[in-house]
């Protein structure tokens, strides 16, 4: 049982901890900061490229870390046909879309090594318990990379301009032919595009409209490897997945499937994954990489009740000898209770019992 007076976000985590370690993840801890470099060489990887840096008494550039995989690909050394299994609770320093950076909390898993189609479903399973863990209707988006990467090779583009990448990303339907148009993309391409955005009806019938209208080698094989994982697990009865080809990550990294959680009634992405290879190469050689990570500081808005009281109950004590008062409240406390001890009743502060010594 967890005690009653853990925050929501401990009470999150706890349950959270021992879901990853049954599935035989194991706690990742690491130091605050690292050398600069690995973050100034992987901005594209990194949510925000803001990064506070400071020299240490060998004037060496350190940071406070940004990302926790970055930090955690660094220090992994493994052989091909090996696989590791990491968890962590860890926070990361950056901006959160305004000026001023922010300290926020992350909680984790990282799959590092050889990556077949059970690890890929087993993480994407595990967000979605993750979500559950937090509570309410949820929804997890997600595409694959090779899907964006098939396209752009099909239109002629090495990468998405920004103002496209944005308009995908925002999925506006409304601007996306005339931007597509300044990117240089043929009438026929700007179509097929916009048919495969605008196609709903479930996965299966996206996947067939990808399939019609994109058929390269790249198209076919994400639209294959996303049926397959999509198909499991919604026989493995895990629901919540939508597919949505607005998902885009950064090509330089991510190669596969990639995700984003969100929580009903709240518009912010809580909860951001996928499989990133490419970054894991850089690293570690011919070995792959996915996880995710959840944002429990996005989840204020789960969070706002509060408590009906500010403690069970309030031990009222005079003259007594301090012992017995001390006594007295482990009894209570043992009891199951919140236990606040005073000698009057606090102001502006509520007890659903009252108690003298």
Known sequence: ?????????????????????????????????????????NK??????????????????????????????????????????????????????????KEISQIGLECLGDIDVYSQLEVLALAAESLKAVGGGYVIDISHMGVIDGVMEECGLSAFPEQLSGCIKSKNMHDLPEVCRKAGLAEDKISKLCTLLDTKGGYRVQLEALRNLFKNKKCLSAADELEALLSGLEKSGERGFNLDFSVINDVTYYNGVVFQGYLEKFPRVVLSGGRYDNLVKKFCGDIGGTGFALYPDELGYYYQKQPEYDADILLLYGDEQPYEVFLKAKELISQGNTVRVAKSVPENLRFAEIVKV
């Open 44 to 101: 594209n990887f990194l949510k925000s490229k803001d990064i506070i840096t400071f020299s240490d008494l060998n004037g060496k550039l350190l940071a406070l870390k940004p990302d926790v995989t970055l930090s955690i690909v660094k220090n992994t050394r493994l052989d091909r046909g090996q696989r590791r299994k990491l968890y962590y609770r860890e926070s990361v320093y950056r901006t959160d879309g305004g000026k001023q950076f």
């Open 1 to 41: 049982m967890t005690p009653a007076n853990l925050t929501e976000e401990e009470k999150v985590y706890f349950s959270l901890k021992g879901l990853y370690e049954g599935f035989g993840y194991r706690q990742y801890r690491m130091r605050k900061f690292e050398e600069y470099s690995l973050y100034s060489e």
